[in-house]
C-alpha cells in the first residue's frame, strides 16, 4: 500500500515553511525534491570517499570509481540498455542533447531534413537549429493541436528519404502530454532516420525500456527524478556512438596523445572527457534505486489520482482554462484565468507558501500556439497530496479574487 505520509518523511524540505505557511511544492516539473537516501548518498562521499576516479592506483581513487561504475549499471539496468558502455554520464539533458546534435554535424549535408516536435523545450529545438547553421540541414515540424497533441498525419506527410533525425519529448513539460514515441520512432525507422526522445519529463513518471522503443538516443537529467543538478545521461546505440565524433577534448577520453596525433578511448569514455560530476553520478545511482524502491507503476497510478482530483478541483474555478487536455498526460495542469497575468496568479499564491511556476517554461511555441504570454503551471510528484491540491485551489480562487 502506497503511504504519501510515510514517503513525505523521506523529504526534509517537505516539512519546511515559505512565508509562514507550510510549503506546498508545485514545481517539480522543474527540479524535483531530494529524499533523505540522497542526501546521505551525498554526504557519504564527501565525507568518506572523495577522489578523483578511473586515474589513481590508491585505495580512495578505486574505491570511488567503483561506487561511480556501479552508479552506471544502476542506469543501464533502469533503462535497459543492452551494453553498459550505451550509458554516457553528462551534466544533463541540455548538455546531451548538444553532444548529439554537434556530433550530427559531420553527418549531415545540406538539404538533408530533420524533424522536430511542436511541444518542445528549447533545449530540444536551439542545438539543432545551430547544426542546421552549420551543416544547411532543414528543420521541420510536427504541429500540435488545440488539445495539445502532435498531428500525427502531418508527421507522415513531413517523412522522406530525405530526413536524417527526427527528435522530441517523450513528455511535455509544459503541458504534460505523453506522446506516442514508439509509433514516432518506427515511423521514422520506416524511412531510414534516427531518433532522439527527450526523456527529461517522462523519467519521473515513466521507466522507459530503450531496447524494446528501439531509440537510437534517450536523454534525461538526474534532477527531475530525485535526484542532483548538474548531472544526466545519454544512452546512444553502440553503432551510432561509435559513429558520432568525441564532443569535448580532453583528459578521460584519449586512448593515446602525441602533438602529431591523438587516438580516442573506447566508448563511454570518448564521450566523458574531464572529470566528471563523481558525486552527482553516484547520488543519481541511488535516486534511481530510490524511486524503484516505491515502484515506478505505483507513482503512476497515484500521480494519475492527483491529476484527475487537481483537474476537477481547479475546473471549478470559473474562467479558468486547462492547456493540455490529451487523455494520456502526466501530472502537469498548466492553466490560465480569463483576464489575469500568470505572473500575478503566482506571485500571490507564494505568498501563501505554494511554489508553482509562472511564464513559458522553456516552450515558447506551444504559448505561441495558444496566443498567451505563458500559463500557471502546477506539477505533482508523488510526494504531493489532495489536502495541498486543495490548499492550491484556495489560494488561485484568492487570487482571483484579488486580482479581478
Ligand atoms: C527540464 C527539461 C529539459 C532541460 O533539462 P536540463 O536538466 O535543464 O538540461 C529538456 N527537456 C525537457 C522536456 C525538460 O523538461
Not at 553528462?90 to 524533424?115: P, Q, R, Y
Not at 602525441?258 to 566508448?267: G, I, P, Q, S, W
Not at 569514455?269 to 515506478?296: L, Q, R, S, V, W
Not at 513559458?360 to 498567451?372: L, N, S, T, V
Amino acid at each position: 500500500m502506497f503511504d504519501v505520509y510515510k514517503i513525505r518523511k523521506d523529504f526534509p524540505i517537505l516539512s519546511r515553511e515559505v512565508n509562514g505557511k507550510p510549503l506546498v511544492y508545485f514545481d517539480n516539473a522543474a527540479t524535483s525534491q531530494t529524499p533523505q537516501a540522497v542526501i546521505d548518498t551525498i554526504v557519504d562521499y564527501y565525507s568518506n570517499y572523495n577522489a578523483n576516479i578511473h586515474r589513481g592506483v590508491h585505495y580512495l581513487s578505486q574505491e570511488a570509481t567503483d561506487v561511480y561504475e556501479e552508479a552506471r549499471k544502476k542506469i543501464r539496468k533502469h533503462f535497459n540498455a543492452a551494453r553498459l558502455h550505451e550509458i554516457i554520464f553528462t551534466s544533463g539533458t541540455t548538455h546531451s542533447i548538444n553532444l548529439v546534435a554537434t556530433g550530427f554535424s559531420s553527418i549531415l549535408k545540406k538539404g538533408d531534413e530533420i524533424i522536430v516536435s511542436a511541444l518542445e523545450h528549447h533545449s530540444n529545438i536551439v542545438p539543432w537549429q545551430m547544426l542546421c547553421e552549420r551543416t544547411g540541414a532543414i528543420l521541420k515540424v510536427i504541429p500540435m493541436n488545440e488539445e495539445g497533441a502532435l498531428e500525427m498525419d502531418a508527421y507522415d506527410a513531413l517523412l522522406s528519404e530525405k530526413t536524417k533525425l527526427v527528435f522530441t519529448n517523450h513528455v511535455s513539460n509544459a503541458l504534460g502530454t505523453v506522446n506516442p514515441i514508439k509509433q514516432i520512432i518506427d515511423k521514422a525507422h520506416a524511412v531510414g532516420a534516427a531518433v532522439l526522445i527527450d526523456g527529461a519529463q517522462s523519467c519521473p513518471h515513466i521507466k522507459p525500456d530503450v531496447q524494446e522503443l528501439d531509440v537510437d538516443f534517450y536523454v534525461a537529467s538526474a534532477h527531475k527524478m530525485c535526484g542532483p543538478t548538474g548531472v544526466g545521461m545519454l544512452y546512444g546505440k553502440e553503432e551510432w556512438l561509435n559513429k558520432l565524433p568525441p564532443y569535448q577534448g580532453g583528459g578521460e577520453m584519449i586512448a593515446e596523445v602525441t602533438f602529431e596525433k591523438t587516438t580516442y578511448a573506447d566508448l563511454p569514455h570518448k564521450f566523458e572527457a574531464g572529470t566528471p560530476n563523481i558525486c552527482g553520478g553516484i547520488a543519481f545511482g541511488a535516486a534511481i534505486d530510490y524511486m524503484n524502491a516505491i515502484g515506478f507503476d505505483t507513482i503512476a497510478a497515484y500521480e494519475d489520482e492527483l491529476l484527475k482530483y487537481g483537474t476537477e478541483k481547479l475546473l471549478e474555478i470559473e474562467g479558468l482554462k486547462i492547456y493540455g487536455t490529451t487523455e494520456n498526460k502526466t501530472s502537469v495542469i498548466s492553466f490560465n484565468i480569463e483576464g489575469i497575468h500568470p505572473y500575478d496568479i503566482g506571485t500571490i499564491v507564494d505568498k501563501l507558501g505554494i511554489a508553482v511556476r509562472t511564464g513559458h517554461h522553456c516552450a515558447q511555441p506551444i504559448m505561441d500556439y495558444y496566443k498567451i504570454p505563458g500559463t500557471v503551471r502546477a506539477s505533482f510528484s508523488f510526494y504531493n497530496t489532495k489536502e495541498e491540491i486543495d490548499a492550491l485551489v484556495e489560494a488561485v480562487r484568492k487570487a482571483k479574487m484579488m486580482l479581478s
